[in-house]
């Protein structure tokens, strides 16, 4: 693949979403709940596709923009496609648009056994501030991570 573009998802995106996000989670998301997500107002999904025809979908990432903070609720790429950059993509999108609407913070939940993403929330910026435990269906603890949008420097894509 040689270049790719971020752009807001829509439901011919949903099957290639889904399939991600059967093969990368526990706990996956059902159609059902990325289609209410489409429909709140407050709510964002952008895809990462091929630019070479649009339509290949490398990953998502789906957080709420609110005036209070911008919540992360679930950022993913295509396994075949890990390790090249593109989570980080992905999170850059979703930050600067935090930053360009001024909103004060962005922040997270994580399985804290998901050592690849907390690795790359924290090469971001993010910062633990919280952990839920039990928080998952299977007893798992969440971390909660934050990042001030004025500690940010705007980044560009």
Known sequence: MN????????????????????????????????????????ARTLVLTDDETDSIVVGYIVYW????????????????????????????????????????RIVLEVRESNTEA???????????IHERKGFYHDGETALVMEIKTSEIQTMVQ
């Open 118 to 128: 907390i690795a790359l929330y924290q090469r971001i910026g993010f910062k633990t």
């Open 65 to 104: 923009l609110q005036a209070e903070g911008v919540s992360l609720l679930n950022v993913c790429v295509n396994p075949k496609w890990r390790t090249l950059g593109f989570s980080k993509m992905l999170m850059h999108a979703m930050i600067n648009e935090a930053v360009r609407e001024e909103i004060p």
């Open 3 to 42: 270049s790719v573009s971020i752009r807001p998802a829509v439901s011919d995106d949903l099957e290639q979403i889904l399939a991600i996000e059967k093969v990368s989670y526990p706990e996956p998301w059902g159609s059902d709940h990325f289609i209410e997500e489409f429909k709140k107002p407050f």
